[in-house]
Structures are given as C-alpha cells and as structure tokens.
C-alpha cells in the first residue's frame, strides 16, 4: 500500500523536477555510499555510508524516549565540532544491547576513521586525520539482537572503495533504498535558496515507520546543504523547525528508542558563514529547510503502514499553541477517528470525542468542524445544510483535511496522519519469524 | 468475538453461582424493568428503568471528557439527596443535542416523577411526591442525532408497568441486555458481605466499549446495594475503588462524552447507617465493592471490540503509583504491542519500546520483564534463559500477564487490556448506515 502523493503532497515548486521523486545530484563536500552487508540474508542493500571530504558542521535531535540505542549513546558522546562520516545500518536498531552494542560503535568508529584517514592520504592534498569521534551512527532494526558488528565492518572497505566525488540521482535513490526496513518507497527531498547572493542546496532523506521484524517506529531524517553555518545555528534551525514538521506527525502515536534528525552543513557553497540565528540572510533558508522537513515528515506519514489515506487536521484559532497541539495528537492518535477514515465515513461524532479527550478547555458554542470545505459543526451545532451525501462522497479521496476551529485564540496547529486499515493489523499482527 | 471469562477471570467466590454468570435476585428497595423504544428499529429492549421505591442514596462518577453529553449535564445541575428512579436509554447518547438534548431530560423526568408519583400513591402506605431531580439518566449511543424525546415518553408507561417488586436472575438479565450497545455479552457482577451483623448485598451492571453506529466508547456501570450508607461516603467510597478497577482499563485509549459509574444505597438491610469512611464497619463492605468494580471492569475489557485476548499489566516496585500507572497505560495503549499479542508473538522489544515512550525516568539496569511466569529481562539483560519457544507457547492463551518490575520503589499498579485484533479494525470500518 502506501499512497500516491504527487498530486496532492509536493508542493508545485518542490515537485518542479517532475515526476514522484525529485531528483538529487551533487552537493559538494558529501559523497554517498551503500552496499548490502547480508543483515537481511538477502542481497538488498543494508548499510550506507555519507562522507564529508572536508568533514561538516553537524546538529541533531533524537528520540524523546527514556530508553535509547547505544548508536544514539555514542552519538550523544561525542564532543566534536566536525563530522567526517555518517554510518547508518538497518536490521538491527542496535537496541537493548548493552555493553556489546556500545562497544561495536566504539570498534567500527575506529576502524571507518582508520580507513578514512587513508583515504585521505591517497586523495586530498591536505589530508586530514579523522578520529573515532567524527564518525556517528543511525541504526533502525530488530532490537534486543547482539548487534552484528563483524558483518559491518567486513563491508566498510567496499563502502569506502564505492564513494564517489560527484553524486547523481541514481546515487541517491540507491542509498534512500539503503535505509529502509520495511518502509515501501524510498524518501527524498530537496530545495535550493539564496544565502546573501550565494546559491544553496538542501538535500534530505529518511526511512518513517516501518515496525515489523520487530522494528520500532523509528524514523531517521538526514538533511544535507552545502551551506556554511555553524553547529549552534544548525542545532536552532533544527529545533525550531522540527516543531511542525517531524514532530507533528503521528502514525500510532509509538515512540522508538533510536528516532534520529539530523542536519550536515559542508560549507562549500561559500557563503559568509551564519554564526547567529539573528542573521537575516538566512530566513530563505530557514524556509526551505522547512520545506524539506515538512516534505520528508509528509512522506513518513503517507508511507505508514497499511495507509491509504492521507489525513491533515488543523486547528485553528486556540488559545495556545500547546492546547492546538494536544488537541490535534488526541485527534490524530485516535483509533477510532482513524478507523472511520479508514472506512470512509464522515463520522465527525468521533472526532468531537477525541476534541473531548484531549484535556483542554473548550467552549463547544465556539466550536466549528470542516471536512475539507465542507462546513460540518458550526458554533457549536450541526451545520443547517450540512449534507452527510457530500461528506461521504469527500471522504472517498485520498487526502483527508479535518479543520477544527476552537474560537478561543488565535494560534494554529497542524497535526499529520494515516488512517488506520486492517492492512495494518496485518503488518503488526505478523509474527516475526 | 469476546473471551469467555469463566477460568480465569471470574474468582471461585465470585463465581460462586456456577456458570459463566452470576445469578442476581432481590435486592431489598430496587425494582427494575426494561422495554423496546424501537430506538434500534428492532424488537431489542433499549430503554430500562431502576425504581427505588423509597428512593436511595447515590454518587455518581461521570466522564474525564472536556464535552458532556446533555444527560450528564442534567445529572449534574439535579441537587437532591434521594434518587428515585435511573433511566437509561441505548441508541442515542444525547450528546453534541444542545438544547433541544437538555429540555427531553426534562420534559421526560417530569413524565417519570409525575407517574411514579401516582404509582407511589397507589401501591405505598406512605406516599411520596417524587419530583423531576429525583430522576438521573444514562444515555449511550449515537451523538449529535436529535434525541428520541417522544419514542421514549411513549414508552414510560410501559416501564412502570412492568414493575416487579421482587427480582430475579430473569428480570436481571434482561435488564443488563436493554443496556447494551455493541457489547456481545451482558455485564453482572454480585458480592454479599457483612456490615456489623448485617448481610448486605452489592449487586452491579454494566455496558462496555462497542464503539459503532458510531457509538464511542462509553461504559456505564450500576452498582447496587441494600446497605445504608451516606452520599458522602459512596462518594468517597466510589472515587477510591474506581482507581484501581474502572480507571484501570483501556481499551483503544479512547474516552466518551456520557461515561458514567453509579451507586445506589437503598439501605433496606438496615445496618445502623454509615456516615463516615473512616468506620471499620464498612471495610469488608469497600473489599467487596471492589470486587464487584472490577469485575463489571474486566468484563468489559473482555468484551472490548475484536478481543481475543485479556491482558493484565503488572507494573512493580516503582517510584510512585503515577509512574507506575502512566508506564502501564503506555504499554496497554500502545498499537504495536497489541497488535503483537494478537498474532501471539512474545515481541518484547515492543513493551521495552512502551515503557520508554512513557516518559518516566527509568534505571535500564535494574528493569525486569516478565510473561506470565517466564522471566524475559532480568535486571536490563535478556534472561540467559530465556527461550523464544517458551515464550511464544505462552502467548496462545486466552489471558496473557505482563509484569514490568521497575525497581526503584514500592508502588505497584495494574492495568487490564484487550489485544488489538482484525476484528475490531472490521467492526470500526464499517460505515455507520
């Protein structure tokens, strides 16, 4: 399953290269790599490698869950102002594992460091000398596992021997398969703005929430620029924008030990560097690169398991913006609101229900409900021409929009979500073997 | 679908009366009746009345929901020490009906308190004038369809008629049956204890989560007892015992606009009366409560939609009961664990993922998990015993026991749930018409 955006999800600009992906080339200073490493059994491609020649400003955010990977521990470990390597596996969420698993981080950072080093020796003419603590991991998989770290590093030869200095699509495409588990299609996202009269790029891929086998909800997000800005500002950009892009989006409202958002800034593209959030040369960028978050996070969402609808729900005009925001996740995160949109039938009763669950203070009078353009609940009560024929005949489409106007405030938030199919219980209910 | 209860859900002395349910009779001061309204356009009785001849002392207990349904809001604004009569419809839940919902509770409690009026006149010594505040309501069903004002007073003659003053397993039955809504089975539970040297008897009913048509998730529960006892301390006595038995149970996470669990005292058993909670006359009396609580309460979690399985979630020693209880209620919500269980995979890796979306500060060394007796995580390893057969041999019960042993504190709390099954996604599917 999985839905179809291009008609509906890619904005006309974002869809400009035609076609349902579009397509990434070169970003200078990165290159990409994957290979299989046989953690499926099977010949598809399993680890990827992202190399930055001249190492990158790096910020990241990770899983709010109390229990973390040791990949994500090691990560948060490391104090460095450069990464020169992203290494990302899939199989195995090296999870639950212990000391083994933190160990193997330790023991493949050293050996892909070690081999980088050489290749720069071979390649640059001021080659650097990379270190155990400029490589970071993303792992997505079975956790709980012993964490197969011979295999891994059996591979990082051919990784390496496979970079190439210029990327293409195809490239890309390759590594963006790289990182799925069960995911079906592969996410990719790019936007190019003006830093000052400089051109830049922002390039982005991520796996979303496949959960079998038996794998988290883990959704690992990678955004790539050749933008010159430092690891403060990268990290400011990256919270802040986060906020109504990957973190309002729900699928079953499950949270993994190993999520993972990431953002590398290579520099090459040679603007002035940005050293201050304030800097106004960088509100362009700012917003492509909520374009691409908010890109991506759509695709995890149309891609969860069994959806065959895609599901937007506003709220409008709340007295904050945390009331907005639970009020949207009660909604999103409801079983039977998503069950209903599953089966295609207009029942805002739920929908009410949920707006009651969510804890926040409401004052039903003021209360108004939209399915699409379609004016349901109108201050409070049924809409006098509202017309259950026509609301069935809206929920056919594949794109759901549920406005709720609280009429309380005047802050918005939009919530992201899949309707809930049996073809999920399918997926979930699956043994694991 | 629905579990039978019967080994392993009902205690011998709870299932004292053999059978798969337990035989109610006379309750000393109740009488109760039920009819067809034809709210259902079928033959089902759908509207039942509980007389309380000389009236009875009474708390009640109404829904988290920031939305009430117009029933409960009548419920509230009625100041009065006695009730005399409870009704309760199915079909139509009066809920998001406005005005039009609140002036039928009162149009259709003057028809009751004027005809019970004249019934009192007729058949009591000592006749009372029963007016409309004596009369509560409880309303499941539908919400924002107009309210079946007429079909209902219609039927209120009806219903006095059919007035017995003494009961039987029949008149029981018959009565839990016009309560439900989607249920698949009718919800009795009874104890008998003493208060001093008085017998008392605590009799209970109550309707479950069918969430079609599109019902919410709304559970009412009727407890019952001829023992006398102030308002204040069923009150107090009902918001302690519903903690642990009806404020333990999830189904899909959900909430309902007319929630509602009640208490009645009649006090016809004639205990000299209890006027505070801190009396030890009552302590057998509140065991015995509980009891009855939670068996309505895991009846009702049994009959959640497309159950095939009854979850218990044992969370253990920790810090507090808040902690305990938001950990349980993170892996009892959680889709993914319920799905697992359905498919009978002892996935593991899902409640370690629950428990850490719960957002409690955990020590991962000192976290054991068992099923059932079979021990997973000892102290934040994986038991070296641990047997993957055992495990999934376990998980082809009919009742499965999760114990999450925090180990950081004395505070226990259980939370029961269903499995997550096709079914309920069929049920949840299907367009209301």
Redo the contacts between chains.
């Keep these: 399953m999985g839905i179809n955006l291009t008609n509906f999800l890619v904005s006309k600009s974002q869809n400009r290269k035609m076609g349902q992906f579009q397509d990434l080339d070169h970003l200078d200073g990165l290159s990409v790599s994957s290979v299989s490493a046989n953690l499926y059994d099977s010949k598809r491609d399993d680890l990827a490698m992202f190399y930055f020649r001249d190492g990158a400003n790096f910020a990241s955010i990770y899983?709010?869950?109390?229990?973390l990977s040791e990949n994500i521990k090691w990560n948060l470990s490391q104090k460095t102002q450069k990464i020169y390597s992203l290494l990302v596996n899939t199989r195995n969420a090296n999870?639950?594992t212990?000391e083994q698993g933190y160990r193997s981080m330790q023991s493949i950072a050293e050996l892909v460091s070690k081999q980088l080093t050489e290749k720069q020796k071979e390649d640059e003419d001021d080659p650097k000398i990379i270190k155990p603590k400029n490589i970071i991991f993303g792992c997505t998989g079975?956790?709980?596992e012993k964490f197969p770290e011979e295999k891994i590093k059996s591979k990082i030869q051919d990784l390496i021997k496979n970079i190439k200095y210029t990327q293409n699509k195809y490239i890309w495409m390759k590594v963006a398969l790289a990182i799925m588990t069960t995911d079906t299609k592969p996410k990719i996202a790019m936007e190019e703005c003006k830093i000052g009269n400089t051109s830049v790029k922002i390039y982005g891929i991520a796996k979303g929430s496949g959960?079998i086998q038996?794998n988290?909800?883990t959704t690992l997000g990678y955004i790539f620029t050749d933008a010159d800005i430092s690891n403060d500002v990268l990290k400011k950009l990256l919270k802040k924008n986060i906020e109504n892009t990957f973190n309002a989006i729900t699928c079953?409202?499950?949270?993994?030990?190993n999520d993972m958002i990431s953002i590398f800034s290579t520099g090459k593209a040679k603007n002035s560097l940005i050293k201050t959030i304030n800097d106004k040369k960088i509100k362009l960028f700012e917003e492509s690169l909520n374009k691409v978050l908010l890109n991506l996070a759509k695709r995890v969402v149309a891609d969860g398991e069994g959806a065959s609808k895609f599901i937007t729900i506003n709220i409008l005009n709340s007295k904050s913006e945390q009331d907005a925001k639970k009020i949207g996740f009660s909604i999103a995160?409801?079983?039977?609101v998503k069950?209903?949109i599953?089966?295609?039938?207009p029942?805002?009763?739920?929908v009410?229900?949920?707006?009651?669950?969510?804890?926040?203070?409401?004052n039903?009078n003021k209360l108004s409900i939209k399915f699409g353009d379609l004016i349901i609940?109108n201050k409070?009560?049924?809409y006098n021409q509202y017309n259950e024929t026509d609301a069935?005949n809206y929920m056919k489409g594949p794109a759901i929009d549920i406005s709720v106007d609280i009429g309380n405030g005047k802050k918005n938030f939009t919530v992201y979500t899949m309707d809930?199919?049996?073809e999920?219980?399918?997926i979930?209910?699956?043994?694991?073997s």
């Design positions: 899983t709010q869950s109390k229990i999870s639950f212990g079975t956790i709980g959960m038996p988290m909800a079953d409202g499950d949270t993994s030990t995160n409801s079983p039977l069950t209903a599953a089966g295609e039938d029942n805002w009763g739920r009410i229900m949920a707006i009651g669950k969510s804890n926040v203070d409401i039903l609940v409070g009560r049924i069935a809930f199919t049996k999920y219980i399918n979930n209910t699956d043994y694991r």
